[in-house]
């Protein structure tokens, strides 16, 4: 299966211990919401959310490094536009989103292997033992383990993830045989 996804109750846990930090801020909502490879999310600049009129975007469209595919327009919660406009309104639209103390010097955003540093002290700070099972693919899989729970719409979830084959998503959530013979248990004609 993989790393884990963070459950509802988790994400909004970190969210009390992070509010303040604009950066642990933008990265959990963002990453939430945009379901996104930590390379694409990490590669987002401010154009990407805010329009060139200064506006909050409301969706979100990227095209992805591995796959070379356009994602669909992805919705952006209300959460993560008051997080945009508080922390990047005003900044120049050609700048990352994601920049730690030394982007002013570097231009650059922070790595994936930076990013995975801070999803695990997140996790330990949750109260987490073996923070192993959790990396910035546990933050790709939140909202879609969340939707496929409540739907079990894995080609929804495909399509959201901009992932090639309902196989695919399927081994990315986890779906094992054995809960889609119990899924299929629960419905008779």
């Known amino acids: 299966m993989g790393k ?8 909004q846990t970190i969210r009390k211990i992070i509010s303040g930090n604009p950066l642990h801020e933008l990265l ?7 379901m996104l490879r930590s ?9 990407d959310v805010i329009s060139q009129s200064g506006e909050v975007k409301s969706e979100v469209k990227v095209k992805q490094k591995k796959t070379g595919k356009t994602t669909l327009n992805i919705p952006l919660s209300q959460l993560s536009q008051d997080t945009i ?3 990047l309104s005003g900044r ?16 650059k955003p922070i790595t994936t292997h930076q ?8 996790m330990s700070k949750i109260g987490i033992d073996d923070v192993s099972h959790y990396s910035t693919h546990s933050m790709r899989k939140t909202k879609a383990s ?14 959201l993830l901009g992932q090639s084959s309902v196989t695919a998503t399927s081994a990315y959530l986890g779906v094992s045989d054995e809960s889609a013979l119990k899924l299929a248990k629960k419905f008779t004609l």
Do not use: C, M
Not at 39 to 47: A, E, Q
Not at 115 to 122: F, G, L, M, S, T
């Open 146 to 159: 969340l939707i496929y729970s409540q739907t079990h719409d894995v080609e929804s979830v495909r399509r």
């Open 28 to 34: 959990l909502n963002l990453s939430v919401d945009l």
């Open 4 to 11: 884990k996804p963070i459950n509802k109750e988790q994400v």
């Open 39 to 47: 390379s694409d999310l990490l590669s987002l600049k401010v154009s």
């Open 92 to 107: 120049d639209l050609s700048d990352y989103i994601f920049t730690g103390n030394k982007s002013n010097y570097t231009r």
């Open 115 to 122: 990013y995975a540093r801070i999803v695990k002290d997140w």
């Open 85 to 87: 406009k508080d922390h």
